[in-house]
Structure formats: C-alpha cells, structure tokens
C-alpha cells in the first residue's frame, strides 16, 4: 500500500514537472519578443540565429506562431513624387559646398552612394527641368475622359461599398491610432478611406487610375512604409509570391528578389521556365504609365526584414516551416510552388534584409468579378509544338471574325498589350483579364509583368506577330509612341527619371533602357510597313472621334 502511493505521489510529480515545461516553452518566444520589441538596439546578424534556433526547437508546438490577425474581406488574392527642392534653391549652392559635399560621396559605401546618386540626380532634373513632368502636360496626355455614368465607375460609394474597421471586430485597431494611423469613429466617410480604398473607388470603364491622381503617390509611399501584420503564399503560380496584409487593411503580392540587375535570361532557358523578375514588375507599372495605358496596378520597390516582417507575422505553416539559417549565415526560406522552391534556390537575405516588388491588390472579386480571357496569341507551353498563329500567317483574319474581337476595341487594345510586352521583351502573356462589370467594352489589365526584361541584348521579334498580322493600332497609341521616339521626350530617358522615384532605385540598368528604344524603333517601323501595304486609315485606328463623341468605343469599318 505504502509503495502504491509513492508511486502514486511519483506519477503526480512528472505529471507537474511536464506541464511546467510545456507552459515555458509556450511562453518563451513571446517573452523574447515582448523583450526585443521593447529594446530599441539591433541585433548582430550572430544573435539573430540564435533566436531562430529557440523557437525551431519545437516545431510541432504552435508557440512559435505569431499572433492572428484579423484578415479584410474588401480584397482578392489575384493580383512619382517629384522632388520637392526647387531650383532656385539649387542655385545658391557655393564652389565651396560643392566641394565639401564631393569629399563626403567618397567616404561613403556602397548602398549610401547609391542613395546619394539617386538623390543627386533628382536634384539636377529639376534644376534642368523634368521630361516627366512635360509629357504629361503634352496635348497627348491631357484628352478628357467621356463622361462618367453609374454604369462607366465600378462602384457606386453611396451603395456598393463602405469601409467600417470595427466590422472586423480587431481589437488592435483603436490602439493603433495613438501611432498616428487611423482611428475610425463611427461610418467614415469616402475622403477619409485609405488609399488602397480610394484606389478601388475610382476604377472606371476607362482606366484603372486617373492620370494626376494623387491617391496613387500617396498609395506607392503606403506599400514602402505600412507595417505589415500578415503574410501568406500565394497558391497558384509556378513561382514563389506572397501575400503581405498591412496594417490599414491593404494587400499587396510580393515578389521576391531572384536575380541581380545585371543578370541576363540563360539562353538555354524557356520562356515558361524563366525567373520571374521583381525589378520588371515595377518597371512594367512605370512604363505602362509613361505610355498612358494605366492598366497596371501601383506596384512599388521595398526592402524586407525577412524575420519580423515575413516569419514572425505569418500565419502560414508550410511557408514558416521552409525557413532555415544557411551556411554563411543568413536567413533563408523557399516555401512551396511549381518551379524553384527548395533548398537549392531558396530566396537568402543579408542577413535578414530581401528586396522585392509589392503590387496593390485589386477589388475583391465577390465585390468586382473579372473575367479571365485566353489570349489568341498565346505560346503554346511546350519544348517542341507550335501555337496556330506561329504557322498561320492569316491568323488574325479568323480572330477578327470571333467575338469580342469582330467589334468595339477588344482587338486594339490586344495590340496595345502586345507594344506593351515587346518593349519590356515579355513572352509570358498567356491570359488577360477585364472587369465583368463593364462588358466587353472595357480596357485589359495587365497583369503579372515579372517576365520582363530578361534579356536586353536580344529582341524577340514573335512577340509583334499580331501587330504584324493585324495591322491594326490607335490612333492615340500611334502619336504617342511617335512622341516617344523624339530625342526630347526620348522612352528611356522617361524611364530613367520615372524609376529614380522607387526606393530600390536603380530599377532597370542602361542595356535595359536603350533595349525600349530600339524595339520602339522596330514596332513604328512594323506599322510603318503595314501603312505603307494597306493605307494609314485602314491601319490607324481614329479612338480620338470616338472619344469626342463620348461613345468610348472605335467606329467599326
């Protein structure tokens, strides 16, 4: 009996020396990271490990998770400031201060010359004035829109849509406000949504954005400085994207940095399996606007602490599980995807410190459906067949008898996109999109722009078989790449000054930029030659007539 109950007494002491080991390791890492983000100090990058090591000592446990956060449902899981100095206070720098200021570049590092040139040249397009700021000012840039109905905007704000934080029942929401972020009190009203929000708002039939809208700049500065609260893997894609929430309810997808600037696209690889570029996706949303396309969303350059910013805040296990501290080092994960994620490409910091392109989400699709189109053109995917339109010269002829292509401006705008991917050198363009609402009457957004600019020595001509099979194009997309091709308003000079604005500046390096204009060369010279064969009106569309009667549609021949 007696050795009975000092086993009993035995069994009771393991059982209360077990749970108190459970409750440590659950409070540990919280205690740690109450104890970090109260210490304002950095971490060495030797420490860092060996935090990392603490919480992978239990993977199983879920105490090594941060804590959930309230996800919005206004958003979907699909996809330039100028300088403020002026050059009157340019002018009174001395001899002396010029000097002094060279002999302060030669003491810095890399990173901050890079900052100080990008800074520097900024300075000096003001002081000689911005080609940015002059095009748009251009007649071409200018054109009014036809007037907006409640059938031409994608939401009615009175009705359709409305933005209440307290609806998400997140208890961290009041609190942030004494951070200076919002504090809704009450229904908001449409000025004071943020600008992701606002963004959604003022999509119409026409554009995804407005030409001066400065939601938009003030919506490129939030996708470089919200703080993030949430991060998962996209699913779908051959590649590894992820999906940042941030603190204002905003979403973007984030493209990690795979490739320096200067790598070039091996030229034993296929179009299907070539890296998807995060420097692309922000040039692409730049060129599209120097363009006046605005078809892609707001897509900005952001530097990330791949430990508080990507594994401390997801919410995902099998991204969290993939991260792992390499040789050198450095923090490192791969997540999960089709091609490249493992441990051999895994995405490394510096220590902790990736780069990579955050695209604004679009609408939620349960509040603004899109449709998915198969482009005509389309590869074919394959190592060793053939798409039609690659062995069928009179191609297009059958596509102008399909519908949507047979009316409206679904065709022009397909020529539109395909100007678009032959400056950047994308061959990756097997789908589109538009927004349901609007029919087929609607512009095509571009979407998913990462395979651009994968080699600047080379210029695939395949991409321009439908303009060259069409011979169809805008009269306003004609004028204005013949703008573009004036020395005064030359494509690479636009943007080089449009791509300094980004934070991870430089974008795109010289090849690059003297690649969009020689292939804009070769697209004015491919209509050049469909004028010269059919005639200028047969080939020139006028969208100008269309707009100044208000119909927003091409006349039909």
């Not at 983000?37 to 030797?46: F, G, I, M, N, R």
């Not at 053939?386 to 297009?396: H, Q």
């Not at 047979?406 to 678009?420: A, C, E």
Request: aromatic residues 10%; proline residues 6%; neutral net charge.
């Amino acid at each position: 009996m007696i050795l009975f109950r000092k086993f009993r007494v035995l069994i009771l002491m393991v059982f209360l020396i077990a749970c108190s080991m459970h409750i440590m390791i659950d409070l540990l890492p919280k205690l740690e990271r109450r104890s970090s983000s109260a210490c304002s100090c950095s971490h060495t990058p030797s420490e860092e490990p060996q935090n990392w090591a603490k919480v992978r000592a239990k993977p199983g446990s879920e105490s090594g998770w941060p804590n959930k956060h309230t996800l919005r449902i206004l958003q979907d899981f699909s996809n330039e400031p100028n300088s403020n100095l002026s050059s009157h206070s340019l002018e009174k720098i001395s001899a002396v201060e010029r000097s002094e200021a060279l002999k302060r570049f030669e003491q810095l590092t890399g990173d901050e010359k890079r900052h100080a040139t990008r800074d520097s040249t900024l300075k000096n397009a003001v002081l000689k004035g911005s080609r940015l700021s002059a095009l748009f000012e251009h007649p071409f840039y200018t054109r009014p829109l036809p007037p907006l109905t409640d059938e031409d905007t994608l939401f009615n704000v009175n009705t359709d849509i409305r933005f209440d934080p307290k609806a998400a029942e997140n208890p961290e929401w009041n609190g942030e406000g004494k951070d200076g972020d919002y504090a809704p009190t009450g229904e908001m009203s449409s000025d004071s949504y943020p600008n992701w929000l606002r963004f959604h708002i003022g999509i119409n039939r026409y554009e995804l954005y407005s030409r001066h809208n400065p939601v938009i700049d003030a919506m490129l500065k939030d996708l470089v400085s919200q703080r993030i609260t949430s991060v998962a893997m996209k699913s779908g894609g051959t590649q590894l994207k992820l999906i940042m929430t941030f603190q204002n309810y905003g979403q973007a997808l984030f493209k990690p940095m795979k490739q320096t600037r200067e790598q070039e696209t091996p030229p034993d690889f296929f179009y299907f399996s070539d890296f998807e570029r995060h420097n692309a996706e922000i040039a692409a949303y730049h060129l599209d606007r120097i363009l006046d396309f605005r078809r892609v969303p707001p897509v900005a350059g952001r530097v990330l602490n791949m430990t508080k910013e990507i594994r401390d805040v997801t919410r995902d296990k099998k991204l969290w599980r993939t991260f792992f501290i390499s040789p050198a080092n450095n923090i490192c994960f791969y997540g999960e995807c089709s091609y490249y994620c493992s441990t051999e490409h895994a995405l490394c910091g510096k220590p902790d410190q990736i780069e990579g392109s955050l695209a604004a989400f679009l609408p939620d699709l349960a509040l603004a459906k899109r449709r998915t189109w198969r482009n005509p053109w389309r590869r074919s995917y394959h190592k060793r067949k053939k798409a039609e339109w690659e062995v069928d010269p009179d191609y297009c002829e059958e596509v102008k008898q399909t519908p949507p292509y047979d009316s409206g401006t679904r065709l022009l705008d397909i020529m539109d996109m395909t100007i678009f991917d032959f400056l950047m050198g994308n061959m990756d363009r097997h789908h589109y999109e538009t927004f349901e609402k609007f029919g087929n009457e609607t512009f095509i957004i571009h979407l998913d722009n990462g395979r651009g600019f994968g080699k600047h020595s080379h210029d695939e001509l395949s991409i321009l078989v439908p303009l060259s099979q069409c011979c169809r194009v805008k009269k306003s997309t004609h004028l204005r790449l013949q703008l573009l091709a004036k020395e005064e308003f030359k494509l690479s000079a636009l943007m080089e000054e449009s791509l300094q604005t980004d934070t991870l500046s430089p974008i795109l390096i010289r090849p690059h930029l003297e690649a969009m204009d020689r292939r804009l060369r070769l697209v004015l010279q491919v209509l050049a030659d469909c004028i010269e064969k059919e005639g200028y009106s047969n080939v020139v569309e006028d969208d100008l007539v269309a707009e100044r009667t208000n119909t927003g549609t091409v006349p039909q021949r």
